[in-house]
């Protein structure tokens, strides 16, 4: 079974200090995602790699930054965190390939901002 | 608007009853879509892909695919508590990245 594990499970920090989401997957996958999951919106993508020392802009990226320093591990960045950006964060990784991509998540990071 | 739609937001069925799931795409540049399924607390799994029109089944879960008027929808027959989630459908046109819809909340009452 692939494997996406998130860090920390559960963050409360203060409006303008800075955050860091951790990811680390085993699956030795090319592609890892960041996305946010709000009621009403579903899942929307925040940023993703091809691979290591690469990162992308997905559809909502103001205000955070992301990190691949290695195959395994690719970090979600709130320099100045607001209040709107309270929220649960996943992270996925996928071999990529169309229609047989499949994404393996993890199990989620709930941040609230103060 | 969003890309991907789905509908009913939330959908009552009783054990042992047939669950529909409905998805409607606005942008025909989507070659293929996925179901993904979220248990309360945890991430969303993958459930079945379709890029064909027509219908793929795998055990109680059947998938339909219309390309013409880019409906998918997601069908659980027998359906059981466990089936209990929420149900996303994404939509894919090249080879990374997924546009998720909003989801539906699927009870399945005992």
């Known amino acids: 079974e692939a494997a996406v594990t998130q860090s920390p499970r559960n963050k409360v920090a203060v409006t303008g200090g800075k955050v860091t989401l951790s990811c680390n997957q085993t699956?030795?996958?090319?592609?890892m995602y960041w996305y946010r999951q709000d009621t009403g919106h579903g899942l929307r993508l925040i940023h993703y790699s091809y691979g290591a020392g690469s990162t992308e802009k997905g559809d909502i990226p103001d205000g955070y930054k992301a990190s691949r320093p290695s195959q395994e591990n690719f970090s979600l960045i709130l320099e100045l965190a607001t209040p709107s950006q309270t929220s649960v964060y996943f992270c996925a990784s996928g071999a990529g390939g169309g229609s047989q991509n499949t994404l393996y998540f993890g199990a989620g990071t709930r941040l609230s901002v103060l | 608007q969003q890309k991907v739609q789905q509908s009913p937001e939330s959908l009552s069925v009783p054990e042992g009853g047939m669950a529909s799931l409905n998805c409607t795409s606005s942008?025909?540049?989507?070659?293929y879509f996925w179901w993904y399924r979220q248990h309360s607390g945890e991430g969303p799994k993958a459930l079945m892909s379709i890029f064909s029109d027509g219908d793929k089944k795998e055990g109680r879960f059947t998938a339909h695919l219309n390309k013409a008027s880019l409906h998918v929808s997601l069908h659980i027959r027998d359906s059981q508590p466990s089936d209990s989630a929420l149900y996303f459908c994404?939509?894919?046109?090249?080879?990374?990245?997924?546009?998720f819809g909003s989801g539906t909340q699927l009870t399945v009452m005992p």
């Open positions: 942008d025909r540049n989507f070659q």
């Open positions: 994404a939509a894919g046109s090249g080879s990374w990245q997924l546009i």
């Open positions: 699956n030795n996958h090319n592609n």
